[in-house]
């Protein structure tokens, strides 16, 4: 178990925007950071960072917590795991209370297959640089074809020997268990229940996932017979999804948001080619086709993608069929093709690095324009297959989500096909008009609670109409006080440490007044009742909770909770002030009127059910004695219902 110490140390170390900055590409609007949610498909953003808070909230699909619930969530990570990833990440020195036996594959059996994993790149590795097969074949091979032998060690290439089983017989020598190396699929049990390798006489080229932890292999013969496959790749496993997986983006990663732009090419050698151009922000799909969650992952980073094509004419045109999901996607698409015979890996190595780096520069071009190209030189003088092609362009132009983006190319498009803009334009509609009929109904939006507070309209959004929408309230939560116990959640967690002075009781903690003012009030909502209780329990110890109690409480549901209530995708937008000269008062320039506020409204509600439940009684009565007794009840509460609604405001009619 990791140290009390040692866990408060790695969560006052931990960044929020570094750690979610590390997967999501983040931009800053207004006091926030916001990003495309990694836990749900979306196109515009709606997941936003609280740098000041340490924390992260998406209004899209209600995922919430902080820097370790964030790796727990994306990482699929427990909570200790979790915690060592960030000690790690911040060169935090982990305290345990007993030794840690994860070298030896005990703690859970997806650690099992990590590790396993490791010390398969680990043994490939040392193959390459220390055997002597290795080293005059494998590393030959590497050589040979023009790589540096920086670009060799920094991407953990390797070679399996030509061995039946010499990686499994060492992996059991050094203590792991069979069953995760078949569940890897790095060893494979014949019908006579012999294990051996599955990669043998091969280099190896290991998979790393966002963290750089290996997950798979892809391992390349350097035999010339056409019956053993060029690549064998690892199978899918717990750890391993190829689909959800771009290799070298844990390498990539960083330079992808800096230069805002993703290359994304077909093969393993074809990354470390451009890597050795001194071109970082370079994935591969790693020989399968592009799926919308490798699009996807891209799209965390940038919004811009540029297609690295081999120059074969076949290939191409079978690539094009593929990319309109890009489109789709919302990204920005520009394609570099290669002369024909050439790819990435032999351009670079053709021409050399300087000049690799140019022609791509000066070579890509959009990637509608670059298809209408294409298919039009296929086409040739040929009306029919002219006709065919005019539909193929604008189908892909209807994929772009963007309007303005998807006019600009068929004013473009009218241009190049020869073909007015408004024929263009009529396809389109028809088009999208067709698209819309065959969609079905709605997908039901799964959203959280939102801000008791928010407003119902987009005026006060930083972003505008973009802003996340508002989750509609149900009728059961009208027939409940969720909202008003929430309010009262939300501002003991926002103003509970402020000091305000109350009539008739002086100056005062809010916490402390609020739970003074709520020992005669009884929550429904069981989660908001939990935050309440152990609210009172530390002011009963003379202590005030903080909100970071909450935000990063272990309690799952209670952070999720604290952080809902206390964020919210929309801000006053300074332009009220600074352009139409409008001065909006911000509640915590009126705390005391908030606070009670908060309190009077959730009262009211509960006055409110009381007399309900004392007319429904007194209509059921049939005793006398006992309707004296009720009427009595009713007007007790009438008068400090009308107490209530006078501190409101509200109008009672008599």
């Given at each position: 178990?990791?140290?009390?110490?040692?866990?408060?140390?790695?969560?006052?170390?931990?960044?929020?925007?570094?750690?979610?900055?590390?997967?999501?590409h983040?931009?800053k609007?207004?006091?926030?950071?916001?990003?495309?949610?990694?836990?749900?498909?979306?196109?515009?953003?709606?997941?936003?960072?609280?740098?000041?808070?340490?924390?992260?909230?998406?209004?899209?699909?209600?995922?919430?917590?902080?820097?370790?619930r964030?790796?727990?969530?994306?990482?699929?990570?427990?909570?200790?795991?979790?915690?060592?990833?960030?000690?790690?990440?911040?060169?935090?020195?982990?305290?345990?209370?007993?030794?840690?036996?994860?070298?030896?594959e005990?703690?859970?059996?997806?650690?099992?297959?990590?590790?396993?994993?490791?010390?398969?790149?680990?043994?490939?590795?040392?193959?390459?640089?220390?055997?002597?097969?290795?080293?005059?074949?494998?590393?030959?091979y590497?050589?040979?074809?023009?790589?540096?032998?920086?670009?060799?060690?920094?991407?953990?290439?390797?070679?399996?020997?030509?061995?039946?089983?010499?990686?499994?017989?060492?992996?059991?020598?050094n203590g792991?268990?069979?069953?995760?190396l078949?569940?890897t699929?790095?060893?494979?049990?014949?019908?006579?229940?012999?294990?051996?390798?599955?990669?043998?006489?091969?280099?190896?080229?290991?998979?790393?996932?966002?963290?750089?932890?290996?997950?798979?292999?892809?391992?390349?013969?350097?035999?010339?017979?056409?019956?053993?496959?060029k690549?064998?790749?690892?199978?899918?496993?717990?750890?391993?999804?190829?689909?959800?997986?771009?290799?070298?983006?844990?390498?990539?990663k960083?330079?992808?948001?800096?230069?805002d732009?993703?290359?994304?090419?077909?093969?393993?050698?074809?990354?470390?080619?451009?890597?050795?151009?001194?071109?970082?922000?370079v994935?591969?799909?790693?020989?399968?086709s592009?799926?919308?969650?490798?699009?996807?992952?891209?799209?965390?980073?940038?919004?811009?993608v540029?297609?690295?094509?081999?120059?074969?004419?076949?290939?191409?045109?079978?690539?094009?069929?593929?990319?309109?999901?890009i489109?789709?996607?919302?990204?920005?698409?520009?394609?570099?093709?290669?002369?024909?015979?050439?790819?990435?890996?032999?351009?670079?190595?053709?021409v050399?690095?300087?000049?690799?780096?140019?022609?791509?520069?000066?070579?890509?071009?959009?990637?509608?324009?670059?298809?209408a190209?294409?298919?039009?030189?296929?086409?040739?003088?040929?009306p029919?297959?002219?006709?065919?092609?005019?539909?193929?362009?604008?189908?892909?132009?209807?994929?772009?989500?963007?309007?303005?983006k998807?006019?600009?190319?068929?004013?473009?498009?009218?241009?190049?096909?020869?073909?007015?803009?408004?024929?263009?334009?009529?396809?389109?509609?028809?088009i999208?008009?067709?698209?819309?009929?065959?969609?079905?109904?709605?997908?039901?939006?799964?959203?959280?609670p939102?801000?008791?507070?928010?407003?119902?309209?987009?005026?006060?959004?930083?972003g505008?109409?973009?802003?996340?929408?508002?989750?509609e309230?149900?009728?059961?939560?009208?027939?409940?006080?969720?909202?008003?116990?929430?309010?009262?959640?939300?501002?003991?967690?926002?103003?509970?440490?402020?000091?305000?002075?109350?009539?008739?009781?002086?100056?005062?903690?809010?916490?402390?007044?609020?739970?003074?003012?709520?020992?005669?009030?009884?929550?429904?909502?069981?989660?908001?009742?939990?935050?309440?209780?152990?609210?009172?329990?530390?002011v009963?110890?003379?202590?005030?909770p903080?909100?970071?109690?909450?935000?990063?409480?272990?309690?799952?549901?209670?952070?999720?909770?604290?952080?809902?209530?206390?964020?919210?995708?929309?801000?006053?937008?300074?332009?009220?002030?600074?352009?139409?000269?409008?001065?909006?008062?911000?509640?915590?320039?009126?705390?005391?009127?908030?606070?009670?506020?908060?309190?009077?409204?959730?009262?009211?509600?509960k006055?409110?059910?009381?007399?309900?439940?004392?007319?429904?009684?007194?209509?059921?009565?049939?005793?006398?004695?006992?309707q004296?007794?009720?009427?009595?009840?009713?007007?007790?509460?009438?008068?400090?219902?009308?107490t209530?609604s006078?501190?409101?405001?509200?109008?009672?009619?008599?």
């Open positions: 178990m990791i140290t009390a110490e040692t866990i408060e140390k790695i969560k006052e170390t931990a960044r929020i925007e570094e750690v979610v900055g590390d997967f999501v983040l931009k609007r207004g006091s926030s950071l916001i990003g495309n949610c990694p836990f749900h498909g979306e196109k515009t953003p709606s997941f936003h960072v609280s740098v000041n808070k340490g924390i992260y909230k998406c209004f899209g699909c209600g995922v919430a917590g902080d820097s370790v964030f790796v727990m969530e994306h990482e699929k990570y427990s909570y200790p795991e979790a915690l060592k990833f960030l000690a790690n990440k911040y060169n935090i020195e982990v305290e345990e209370t007993v030794e840690s036996k994860e070298n030896i005990l703690n859970s059996a997806r650690e099992s297959l990590y590790i396993v994993s490791q010390f398969a790149a680990n043994f490939f590795e040392d193959q390459l640089w220390n055997s002597a097969d290795g080293r005059a074949i494998g590393l030959s590497f050589k040979e074809r023009g790589f540096r032998e920086d670009i060799i060690k920094k991407f953990d290439l390797g070679y399996s020997p030509d061995v039946w089983d010499a990686l499994t017989l060492d992996a059991e020598k792991h268990a069979v069953e995760y078949e569940k699929g790095l060893s494979i049990r014949n019908d006579k229940g012999k294990l051996y390798d599955r990669f043998r006489g091969r280099v190896m080229f290991p998979i790393h996932n966002f963290t750089g932890r290996v997950i798979g292999f892809g391992g390349r013969t350097l035999k010339t017979d056409k019956n053993v496959p690549y064998v790749n690892s199978p899918e496993s717990d750890i391993y999804h190829k689909s959800n997986v771009l290799y070298g983006l844990f390498h990539a960083k330079a992808i948001r800096d230069q732009n993703c290359y994304l090419v077909e093969g393993y050698a074809d990354v470390l080619a451009v890597h050795q151009a001194y071109i970082e922000n994935v591969a799909s790693s020989g399968t592009l799926t919308i969650e490798q699009i996807k992952l891209i799209a965390r980073f940038t919004q811009n540029t297609i690295l094509y081999d120059g074969d004419a076949a290939g191409i045109k079978a690539s094009l069929r593929g990319l309109d999901m489109l789709e996607e919302g990204l920005n698409v520009k394609v570099v093709s290669f002369p024909d015979g050439d790819d990435p890996d032999s351009y670079m190595h053709k050399g690095a300087g000049a690799f780096k140019t022609y791509i520069e000066e070579q890509r071009q959009d990637f509608i324009l670059y298809k190209n294409i298919l039009l030189a296929e086409a040739g003088k040929d029919i297959k002219k006709a065919g092609i005019i539909r193929d362009i604008v189908e892909s132009i209807a994929k772009i989500p963007d309007n303005i998807a006019s600009v190319f068929i004013k473009e498009c009218s241009h190049l096909l020869e073909i007015e803009e408004r024929v263009l334009l009529t396809e389109l509609n028809a999208k008009v067709a698209k819309q009929k065959k969609a079905s109904a709605p997908a039901p939006r799964t959203s959280s939102g801000h008791p507070d928010m407003p119902p309209d987009d005026l006060f959004a930083e505008g109409p973009t802003a996340a929408p508002q989750e309230v149900s009728v059961e939560q009208i027939t409940t006080d969720i909202l008003q116990e929430q309010e009262i959640v939300r501002l003991l967690l926002t103003f509970g440490h402020e000091l305000v002075t109350f009539e008739h009781v002086g100056e005062m903690h809010v916490g402390s007044f609020i739970i003074q003012n709520l020992s005669d009030v009884t929550f429904e909502n069981t989660l908001c009742e939990r935050v309440i209780a152990y609210y009172r329990g530390e009963e110890n003379g202590q005030l903080t909100i970071n109690q909450f935000l990063r409480s272990e309690d799952g549901e209670i952070a999720t909770l604290a952080i809902t209530l206390s964020t919210s995708p929309y801000s006053l937008s300074e332009n009220w002030l600074n352009k139409h000269q409008i001065y909006v008062k911000d509640e915590n320039q009126n705390i005391k009127g908030a606070v009670l506020g908060g309190l009077y409204h959730l009262k009211k509600r006055v409110d059910r009381m007399l309900t439940d004392l007319m429904n009684q007194m209509k059921d009565e049939k005793d006398a004695t006992n004296d007794i009720l009427m009595g009840r009713y007007v007790q509460v009438k008068n400090v219902e009308r209530i006078k501190f409101l405001g509200s109008v009672i009619v008599k």
